[in-house]
């Protein structure tokens, strides 16, 4: 018997159903990703797709890092909040304690003054006494300064502003240290240094020159000049009257002798 297939094709379709129903095909995906890339050719396309993942990569890394960070900032900082009120009673008494210790330094300074300048007079009239040639006699010796001490020129002397930019506070302080003990310093010198005339008469004008050179060459005072000199009339004699200037200043160390002072118990 005889089949005539009206339908064309469709025999073709049968045949390649049973094919295709009888054997299985694999694909592998690289032949996918192989075909893909063949059918993807624009190079401006790649590029986009490269940076795109690129970035992405980047911002993950950034944000992982971003997060480590900010949980060890918040460490530091719980650390150092715990620290902080942790020695905040220690830092009130040091600034308390340094406090203290000022006063008692602008104490110490005044007491210092008081007793540097408590012999000078004493050593002054030695001094004058020794230098004193014959022939010479003094009439008045009297101080032209106004008495000085330390906490007398504190209240009207201060020290000038520095600049502390771009200092650290460690510098800061040594700075300040610095300027205190300067000026500590320059108020004792100050304190002991006074001034003062001396009024005689002399019956030998060269007396008169060697006084003075004897004078300047004491280590307890400086600047000897004579204010005046005239002839006057002394128990009827003409005698020159003589008037001297001069200020005292710091002597060396070794121009200073001390002794100690013993005192004896009474029974």
């Known amino acids: 018997m005889i089949e005539i297939n009206l339908l064309p094709g469709d025999g073709k379709k049968k045949k390649r159903a049973k094919t295709s129903s009888g054997v299985k095909f694999e694909i592998h995906p690289s032949q996918w990703f192989a075909g893909i ?24 890394l950034m944000f992982i890092s971003q997060t ?8 530091h900082e719980t650390k150092a909040v715990k620290d902080s009120a942790q020695y905040s009673a220690v830092l009130n008494a ?4 340094e406090a203290t210790r000022d006063s ?16 000078l007079w004493s050593h ?19 101080q032209t300064s106004q008495p000085k001490s330390v906490a007398v020129a504190d209240t009207t002397k201060k020290a000038a502003p520095t600049d502390t930019t771009g200092k650290s506070p460690r510098q800061r302080a040594l700075e300040r240290d610095r300027a205190k003990k300067a000026r500590a310093d320059s108020l004792f010198a100050s304190a002991k240094t006074i001034q ?16 003075m050179k004897s004078l300047e060459a004491s280590p307890f005072i400086q600047n000897v000049q004579l204010k005046q000199s005239d002839l006057v009339q002394a128990e009827g004699k003409e005698v020159t009257e003589f008037t001297l200037e001069a200020e005292s200043q710091v002597p060396p160390p070794f121009a200073v002798k001390t002794v100690p002072l013993v005192v004896s118990a009474v029974r």
């Open 124 to 142: 002054l009239m030695y001094e004058i006494s020794n230098a004193l040639p014959q022939y010479t006699w003094l009439m008045e010796i009297t």
């Open 104 to 119: 008692l330094y602008q104490q110490i300074a005044i007491i210092k003054s008081i007793d540097d300048s408590r012999y």
């Open 68 to 75: 480590a960070r900010a949980a060890m900032l918040d460490a």
């Open 37 to 60: 890339s063949e059918k993807i050719t624009d190079k401006y396309m790649l590029g986009a797709v490269g940076a795109a993942a690129i970035c992405g990569a980047l911002i993950v």
């Open 94 to 97: 040091k600034a308390k304690a």
């Open 196 to 211: 003062f005339k001396i009024v005689g008469h002399t019956v030998d004008i060269q007396a008169l020159t060697r006084f």
